[in-house]
């Protein structure tokens, strides 16, 4: 029922638009749209923690307990190539049976019979080795050994963290492109910052320096929010008046102001200035140059210094990606 409400409703109108005028600035300027893959074995930059896709695990309606057949994959190739191994098929089965009733009780006289074994006796042969003794019926899950050769995918495989990857490709190919698409993340987070689910947009600019990075940037969140404010006015006017009375108002210096362009070392000093001068009482990590800045950082900047969206440009080397342009001083990026 929750889509009959005013909010939810209004929430999902402006969604669609912004969806909507996501595609038409891009179209608009020559990009291409270019649908990268939501699965993927590529693990991009080690951008957040992946939700692995398998076709590996128990059925749903099953205990967890059965999960402990897949350790057991292995050994079921393991059982096709016997005869290299100079073991025969029906000997690997009374194996694999043995090994599943490890930690309990031995067979049962009618079972040793049924499957042409001799009953089980206390002589020493018969008796499982010490170190099956000691394991647990279930097998620890950092323990379980996958043999993908049975995977669908047969690699491990993920819910894409980026299209980034994909997409670079396909810029080297075709010009000015763009992904917009489900992306997934594994971190655990109680904060509102992290999804497990969201959309991203990544542009790929080609023949492009930073400024004209910045510019697109800008570019489209304000056309995006212009977009909004012409084709959900009234969504916006209930947002303002229930939910957010300042809201409007913030959109509109959004739109109407340029972004505030600093370098990072600009960033930084701003911060030790405040700090100093007791504009700020305290951050939780100190600022200083060369730390990867927080979003305290971020936020305070935004929203008590410039009071606005800002760019921040020319990072430290030591903590941005390898690929990134080197500037004449050595030192950033």
């Known amino acids: 029922?929750?889509?009959?409400?005013?909010?939810?409703?209004?929430?999902?109108?402006?969604?669609?638009?912004?969806?909507?005028?996501?595609?038409?600035?891009?179209?608009?300027?020559?990009?291409?749209?270019?649908?990268?893959?939501?699965?993927?074995?590529?693990?991009?930059?080690?951008?957040?923690?992946?939700?692995?896709?398998?076709?590996?695990?128990?059925?749903?309606?099953?205990?967890?307990?059965?999960?402990?057949?897949?350790?057991?994959?292995?050994?079921?190739?393991?059982?096709?190539?016997?005869?290299?191994?100079?073991?025969?098929?029906?000997?690997?089965?009374?194996?694999?049976?043995?090994?599943?009733?490890?930690?309990?009780?031995?067979?049962?006289?009618?079972?040793?019979?049924?499957?042409?074994?001799?009953?089980?006796?206390?002589?020493?042969?018969?008796?499982?080795?010490e170190e099956e003794k000691k394991e647990a019926p279930l097998i620890p899950l950092e323990e379980r050994k996958v043999d993908y050769r049975s995977d669908f995918f047969r690699k491990p495989s993920f819910l894409t963290v980026s299209g980034q990857i994909n997409v670079e490709t396909y810029a080297c190919g075709m010009g000015d492109v763009y992904t917009f698409g489900p992306t997934f993340r594994a971190e655990k987070s109680d904060t509102s910052r992290h999804l497990a689910e969201f959309w991203m947009?990544?542009?790929?600019?080609?023949?492009?320096?930073?400024?004209?990075?910045?510019?697109?940037?800008?570019?489209?969140?304000?056309?995006?929010?212009?977009?909004?404010?012409?084709?959900?006015?009234?969504?916006?006017?209930?947002?303002?008046?229930?939910?957010?009375?300042?809201?409007?108002?913030?959109?509109?210096?959004?739109?109407?102001?340029?972004?505030?362009r600093i370098s990072y070392t600009e960033a930084i000093e701003t911060l030790e200035t405040h700090l100093r001068e007791k504009k700020v009482k305290k951050f939780n990590e100190k600022p200083y140059w060369g730390i990867d800045m927080g979003s305290e950082h971020e936020r305070y900047l935004a929203e008590k210094v410039y009071n606005g969206p800002i760019c921040v440009y020319n990072f430290p080397k030591s903590f941005k990606a390898f690929y990134m342009r080197a500037n004449d001083d050595g030192k950033t990026v």
């Open 1 to 129: 029922m929750r889509c009959r409400t005013k909010l939810i409703s209004a929430v999902m109108r402006v969604r669609n638009n912004l969806a909507y005028a996501t595609h038409k600035f891009f179209q608009e300027r020559g990009f291409q749209y270019i649908h990268t893959p939501i699965i993927t074995a590529s693990d991009c930059e080690g951008a957040g923690e992946m939700l692995q896709v398998t076709t590996l695990m128990p059925d749903a309606q099953k205990p967890v307990s059965s999960m402990k057949l897949i350790e057991r994959v292995g050994q079921e190739n393991e059982e096709e190539k016997g005869e290299e191994k100079g073991i025969s098929k029906k000997l690997a089965k009374k194996l694999a049976k043995k090994n599943k009733q490890k930690g309990g009780d031995a067979p049962a006289t009618g079972d040793a019979a049924a499957t042409g074994e001799a009953p089980a006796t206390d002589a020493p042969a018969q008796a499982a080795p």
């Open 201 to 260: 947009i990544e542009p790929e600019l080609c023949f492009a320096e930073v400024g004209d990075v910045m510019d697109c940037a800008e570019d489209y969140v304000k056309y995006c929010l212009r977009y909004i404010m012409e084709n959900n006015a009234d969504d916006v006017e209930f947002f303002n008046q229930w939910v957010d009375k300042g809201l409007k108002a913030r959109l509109e210096n959004v739109i109407n102001t340029p972004f505030v």
